[in-house]
């Protein structure tokens, strides 16, 4: 007979699996414990965002096209956390162990996604199938954090699912805003994208085996948790060998890709600088890169900077400014002429303006113009700087040596709204130069500058020039190529604000190598060939190149 007078307490059943439903026998309370697993939390978002922007930094910079890189990366890796989501559901049943496998194969693969990329691009000529696999692997394991973590939160006490979801995100949100700040300002700069990438591994593994084999050793059995001390030990090995060998990596690298004479490497704040060529000798041996396109060749610069320059310095040239031209290039052929009373050269990166300073053979390629007292340098963006000047300065010739409109960052320094800033600070009767990209192998993007120059309301001049770059497949601004001496051309325009400008070249120009009038009209001729009609100019809201 079954006494009912006490009604029985009755327990819920467990889960499959048993151990993830009963509640986790801790060291500490559980309100610490519930904290350490929020700081967890906010630890491993920050390494996992500084992961995403590492590999959009690199996408960029190795491959092109910021916004691409950038799509595809993003795109991947969300849809991967999305897979890495489902996938965690097979490991509810050992949430603690789970978790710590995961958080170790991140550590390694984040740590070393860098470091493969570069080696990628460096031996194969290719990193775009390995920047995907990255994406997609590592967004697998971050989007497989989160249930895990849910479960190993609800272990130590139980709560309403909407809080602890509520918890667990605003940890993962703010950690991630550390760790997008901690990128740009400090890891970069300061430690590189390799040794940056490595040492954020070495604090996912510390942090993530740290909570397991701590925190939830108890869940663990003996040979899980040597399992883990194994596995752990060695990521941090691997790391901590990777960034030892860092610097040897770097160099071995840029031999692969720069050639064997690599000078000078150097990040600065705004890009990579790598200067290659020998310490002596001609500077025609020089290459100047700027993250990984040749923007200078001493072999033949001067066909590109005779054919930017002195087109616009053909009457008043009282007042030059160069926008961009941080190298010296420019300024070199405007202070040719001696008539001319003041250059201002706006430069973004400073430190291609201390390289083009103190560097024996760049300094020889521009001809010390630093050392002229007619030059002023600005360190400033130039959209920024012209903004807040034009209305005031007016110059006889602006040029504008600037990295190729394909390039996503410059793309508002050809925009309508751009050239109309620039037109303000013309005097009247000046003359704006402007390098507009290739012309024979990307005439769309061309005409677009010409077409954004006239709704500006400019009128326009049309003309190329043509130049060998010995050992590079690329133009001043192109990425690295392989073929050798390959004929390049080169895509300008000539824009004034009252008339169209004369296409000529004074005969007692000082110093021409490669210019003359009769060239330009021949080049003009060859350039309105190619016209694209119709294009529509490229504004800030609406950019028109790819």
Not at 341 to 351: F, H, I, K, Q, R
Not at 432 to 459: D, F, K, N, Q
Request: proline share 6%; charged share 20%.
């Amino acid at each position: 007979m079954i006494d009912r007078s006490v009604p029985r307490r009755v327990l819920p059943a467990p889960e499959p699996g048993g151990v993830a439903s009963l509640p986790a026998a801790l060291p500490v309370r559980p309100r610490t414990g519930r904290l350490l697993v929020l700081a967890t939390v906010f630890v491993c978002a920050a390494c996992g965002l500084v992961y995403e922007l590492e590999l959009l930094a690199l996408g960029s910079y190795l491959i092109g096209d910021s916004v691409t890189q950038a799509s595809v990366v993003l795109s991947v890796m969300v849809f991967a956390m999305g897979v890495g989501s489902l996938l965690a559901k097979q490991l509810r049943r050992r949430p603690a162990f789970g978790f710590a496998v995961i958080e170790a194969g991140l550590a390694l693969l984040g740590g070393l996604s860098a470091i493969a990329l570069y080696a990628s691009f460096a031996w194969l000529g290719e990193s775009r199938p390995a920047l995907v696999a990255f994406s997609f692997t590592i967004g697998v394991l971050i989007g497989a954090e989160i249930p895990l973590l849910m479960v190993l939160i609800q272990r130590i006490r139980r709560q309403d699912a909407g809080g602890a979801v509520a918890d667990l995100f605003a940890a993962d949100y703010v950690g991630a805003l550390v760790g997008g700040l901690a990128f740009p300002f400090l890891l970069l700069p300061v430690l590189g994208q390799l040794t940056g990438a490595m040492l954020t591994g070495t604090v996912n593994a510390v942090v993530g085996a740290g909570l397991v084999l701590w925190l939830f050793r108890r869940d663990l059995s003996r040979r899980s948790r040597w399992l883990l001390i194994t596995a752990n030990v060695t990521v941090l090995a691997v790391l901590a060998c990777a960034t030892v060998l860092a610097d040897d990596f770097e160099r071995i690298a840029r031999r692969a890709v720069y050639g064997g004479e690599v000078r000078v490497a150097r990040q600065t704040g705004v890009q990579e600088l790598v200067l290659t060529g020998p310490a002596t000798g001609s500077p025609r041996s020089l290459d100047l890169f700027l993250d990984g396109r040749l923007r200078v060749s001493g072999y033949d610069e001067y066909r590109y900077h005779e054919a930017l320059v002195h087109p616009a310095m053909t009457g008043p040239h009282t007042r030059v400014l160069v926008l961009g031209g941080g190298d010296g290039l420019a300024a070199r052929e405007v202070l040719r002429y001696r008539d001319v009373a003041s250059v201002t050269v706006v430069e973004l990166d400073p430190g291609v303006v201390r390289l083009a300073r103190t560097d024996p053979m760049l300094s020889a390629l521009n001809g010390r113009v630093y050392e002229d007292p007619r030059l002023g340098v600005v360190t400033q963006d130039a959209f920024r700087w012209l903004r807040g000047r034009a209305a005031r300065d007016r110059y006889d010739v602006i040029v504008s040596d600037l990295p190729d409109p394909g390039i996503t960052p410059s793309t508002k320094l050809y925009s309508q709204e751009f050239y109309g800033l620039a037109a303000r600070a013309l005097r009247p009767g000046g003359r704006l130069a402007v390098h507009a990209g290739p012309l024979a192998t990307r005439p769309r993007t061309y005409w677009t500058v010409e077409a954004t120059l006239r709704a500006a309301g400019l009128r326009t001049a049309p003309y190329s020039a043509g130049g060998r770059l010995s050992g590079f497949a690329a133009g001043p601004d192109r990425s690295l190529g392989t073929a050798d001496a390959l004929p390049q051309d080169w895509g300008f325009v000539l824009a004034g604000r009252e008339q169209v400008p004369e296409l000529r070249v004074d005969r007692d120009t000082p110093g021409l190598r490669s210019l003359s009038t009769q060239s330009l009209r021949d080049a003009a001729r060859d350039a309105e060939r190619t016209r694209v009609a119709g294009l529509p100019p490229s504004t800030l809201p609406h950019p028109r190149y790819s």
